[in-house]
């Protein structure tokens, strides 16, 4: 025989001698069975058992089994046990509302002993294979999240790895690529609030828009040392190969075998490292494409990064207060930015300055 404490927990409330010991006799072999005469006596019981099943009567003097059953529907300790209803009554108007109430099923009394014995055990085993698929849910979606949060920071490693190996060759002051990365999210975040290109913003994961960011310069991993780090002026030739950066860029990241079924990572880091040098009216590099032809990501990409380089000392220029580089590119609106951009970096001014300066710290 079973000991009492591998036996499911079964509470028969009813108020009819009668039927509390035809219960008794059908289930107190299997089961561990408590009866109470009445709903106060069962929440007595209730403090100190969680039972697996009750089996409630309706029609009793005090709380009714309706009563009962909203009481232990609006306590979480209750709400999930498995409660049949009893009654004499047959009518189809009780069935529904007490199952509308939460009853998982409706025995007509008098009870049928076997038939009482089945349907429990069908219900108990239904909520035990109930428990189990939780169980395993909540598992899955466990193991699903620790997955996405390796893969994630596994990826924002590599891009930071990536990036600090680009920024270490030829930025002495460092925190280029943090910054551009701040300002992004600003002007990004400005253009959704004044509805400029918003729908195409609103379209791209922007975290993911930004971490590509930080691969924008990935190209001057193939400049030469000589060139790239040159304090002088650069000769006509070397700037030509300087230039050649962005391609160099969307060749490098173009080579990772990215099989992934979500292509947007790499789509946005190649975009913004081909076309960051292109310039709204044509005259920039490597295509000289003009206005939207060059790709959004692109065109944001210039002006964090131009507003950047100004305002930090690069080995070929000095430094411009914040004032001074707003200046320059609002002078560039429509020549080398996107004018409806330009207009968002100047509603976005400050918060741009406090990221710029947050960045020294
Ligand atoms: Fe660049």
């Known amino acids: 025989m079973e000991s009492m404490e591998s036996k499911k927990k079964i509470v028969l409330i009813d108020d009819d001698i009668v039927s509390l010991l035809v219960g008794k006799n059908a289930l107190l072999d299997a089961y561990d069975l408590h009866t109470v005469p009445s709903g106060k006596a069962l929440f007595e019981l209730l403090a100190h058992i969680v039972p697996d099943l009750l089996l409630l009567d309706i029609e009793m003097p005090g709380m009714d089994g309706y009563e009962v059953l909203n009481t232990l529907r609006s306590d979480p300790r209750t709400v999930h046990i498995p409660v049949i209803f009893m009654t004499g009554k047959d009518k189809a108007d009780d069935e529904l509302a007490g199952l509308e109430l939460g009853a998982v099923d409706y025995i007509t009394k008098p009870i049928a002993p076997a038939l009482l014995r089945k349907r429990i055990a069908m219900y108990l085993l239904m909520a035990d294979q109930q428990r189990q698929l939780e169980r395993y849910n909540a598992g899955l979606q466990q193991m699903v999240a620790q997955k996405t949060h390796t893969i994630l920071a596994l990826q924002n490693a590599v891009v930071e790895l990536l990036s600090v190996v680009v920024e ?50 990935v190209g001057k991993l193939a400049i030469p040392d000589s060139i790239l780090l040159k304090p002088d002026p650069l000769n006509a030739e070397e700037l030509a190969i300087i230039k050649k950066h962005p391609e160099y860029g969307g060749d490098i990241i173009e080579r990772v075998e990215y099989d992934a079924l979500d292509r947007s990572f790499i789509e946005h880091a190649r975009i913004m490292a081909t076309t960051h040098h292109e310039k709204w009216d044509g005259t920039g590099y490597p295509l000289g494409l003009a206005g939207t032809e060059i790709p959004l990501q692109g065109r944001l990409m210039a002006l964090a990064d131009v507003y950047d380089a100004l305002l930090f000392r690069r080995p070929y220029k000095p430094a411009m207060s914040h004032e001074e580089a707003l200046e320059v590119i609002r002078r560039g609106s429509g020549a080398a930015f996107d004018p409806a951009l330009v207009t968002v970096v100047l509603k976005a001014a400050d918060r741009l300055e406090e990221a710029s300066l947050s960045a020294l710290e």
């Not at 460092?174 to 253009?191: D, F, N, P, S, V």
């Open 168 to 217: 270490y060759r030829d930025d002495q002051t460092g925190g280029h690529i943090h910054r551009t990365r701040r300002y992004l999210a600003i002007i990004m975040e400005e253009m959704l609030r004044s509805g400029v290109y918003a729908e195409e913003v609103a379209s791209w994961d922007r975290q993911l828009m930004v971490l590509a960011s930080a691969l924008h310069d």
